[in-house]
């Protein structure tokens, strides 16, 4: 079977916070924005939408005064950006060339060509693999088992409740500490008998006297039922083997995030972890005309309206490298889409054949 070859000048990966964000802006600057998003796999926890599907309550959004579920919140995003035109395909991207301008994606049925590219493709939340912590109605995900403490521990369920953080990054820490608001008491899971967070995050948390921790232990299943909840924990003593359960009323996941750029390996720079490197004052990334938003360049603040923010950066940097204005790089120069670098410091333009011309336009008074 022939691919259907597309050209566009936008094309958007992902369809969260940040992708759909991206798509109402560029959309309503009618740059006809094509949005390609996953399809649903549980494994690869991928669904159209993002993590914001596999959340309940969001209460967090401003505008939502009564709070919103995830899943109908990213549907009014959708609705938005079909509203001013936004098309969409749902598929697997199997290969992207990002090496030459226009840059290529190949899915199974399309060879798409773009002049800009917005990767929003979001992180995954690290999970252990154990019973009971896959979602409802499999196991308790979504009942008293998450990886979003900010997102989910101000639910009523979890007020004034035990509740159990398993890590020891600075992800656990954060997560622990903020749950200290609502819980009873937090007991922090840890596989080994030291943290691996920040020094900072560790004194915070060791000084918190609603915080305990639970050493060189692993947990081996979540208990519950799908009436009560999460009632308890499975734990297991690493060194002695030791075997106990531990009641508890919710489980909060903070081992890590996975930031989805797998497809990008090689052709964008990242950090160690794999999150995208953009400049932090754009949304650029090393590539000419390729921008990032959302998770898969934010390994801090990881906020749906901080996805969004970046979604909207994103569309209106997109616009700009367009319109041939110039576009700030991670490096602090600034680049146009005929390849053109203004220096960080200002001083100079390099011309794309390398001609290196002052950035300097003295006006003279009128009448000089
Ligand atoms: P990290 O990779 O730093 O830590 C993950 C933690 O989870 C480790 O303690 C690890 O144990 C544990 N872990 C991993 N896999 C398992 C498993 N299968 N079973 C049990 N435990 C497991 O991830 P974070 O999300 O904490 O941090 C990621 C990055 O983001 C870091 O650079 C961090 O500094 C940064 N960050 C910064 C924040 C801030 O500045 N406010 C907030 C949050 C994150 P072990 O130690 O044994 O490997």
Redesign the pocket.
Known sequence: MSKQRLHRNVVIIGSGPAGLTAAIYSARANLKPLLIDAPVDAEKQTAPGGQLMITTEVENYPGFAEGIQGPEMMAEFRRQAERFGTEFIEAWIEKVELRERPFILHTREYVIQTETLIIASGASA?W?GIPGEAKVPDGLGGNGVSACATCDGPLPAFRNKPLVV???????M?EATFLTRYASRVFVV???D?????KI?QDKAFRNPKLEFIWDT?IEEILGTPEDGVTGIRLRNLKTAAKRIFACSGVFI????KPNTDLFKGQIETDQ?GYIKTSGRSTATNIPGVFASGDVQD??YRQAVTAAGTGCMAALDAERFLDHLPVMMPSGEEVTREGEHITADQEAIITPDGHMIPNKTEYAAPGE
């Open positions: 690290k252990l398993v890590g020891g990054g600075d992800t656990a954060e840890h596989r080994r030291k943290l691996r967070a920040s995050m692993a903070a081992i890590g995030h972890v390994s801090i």
